[in-house]
Structure formats: C-alpha cells, structure tokens
Nanobody, 124 residues
Framework: QVSLVESGGGVVQAGDSLRLSCVAS????????MAWFRQTPGKERDAVAV????????YYADSVKGRFTISRDNAKNTVYLEMNSLKPEDTAIYYC?????????????????WGQGTQVTVSS
C-alpha cells in the first residue's frame, strides 16, 4: 500500500509560478512510476506529467510542455511539479498518482494509488 499526500497548491496570478509536492509512504516507493494529473469540474482527469522510477524518462501533456517540470527525489520519497508561466486554464485540482507499471503511461487506469488532490487557481 502507498499513501500519497500533495501540497503546494494555492491562488496565484497569471504568469506566476508554483511548486507542488507529493510525499509518498509505503512499500518500495522508488520503484513506482509517478505522475501528476489534473481535473476540472465536468471533465476527465488527465495526465499533466509523468516520471519514471529512475527519473530518466518523462512525459508532458502538450498544454504544459516548456512550462512545467516534473522531478523526484527518491531519498525523500517525494515527487515535484514545478509550474511556471501559469495560465488561467491551468486552474484545476492536481492529483499525485503512483503506478506499479514501469513504463511511462498517461493512462489514468494504470495508476494504482492516488492522493486527495490540491487546488490550483490561476487568476487572469
């Protein structure tokens, strides 16, 4: 079992930056593929960024490429999402997720564990 707790959300203005953190506890955290998803009311939960267990491979949604950076510190059982040049359309609840699948995947059905989410609101 893996427990995920997100932090770092908040209310910012367009163009600002935020860094989200997700601390994991449980078994062999370092072997999980980790991801950040986001969801807005009435829409599906979509992958924003994914990172392999080693940190050597990443995936980004087209909408955040060049602005967001995912990273992980396995010694601290933590995954981060650095968000720069935020836009109002980035407003959403952001969820941390862990998958026992060792390949990079943006498919939410492949993720076994989820955090409770942290709200990010970007005002124009």
């Amino acid at each position: 079992q893996v427990s995920l707790v997100e932090s770092g959300g908040g209310v910012v203005q367009a163009g600002d930056s935020l860094r989200l953190s997700c601390v994991a506890s449980g078994r062999t955290y370092s072997r999980y593929t980790m991801a950040w998803f986001r969801q807005t009311p009435g829409k599906e939960r979509d992958a924003v960024a994914v990172i392999s267990w080693s940190g050597g491979n990443t995936y980004y949604a087209d909408s955040v490429k060049g602005r967001f950076t995912i990273s992980r510190d396995n010694a601290k059982n933590t995954v981060y999402l650095e968000m720069n040049s935020l836009k109002p359309e980035d407003t959403a609840i952001y969820y941390c997720a862990a998958s026992i699948v060792t390949i990079i995947t943006s498919n939410r059905d492949r993720y076994n564990y989820w955090g409770q989410g942290t709200q990010v609101t970007v005002s124009s």
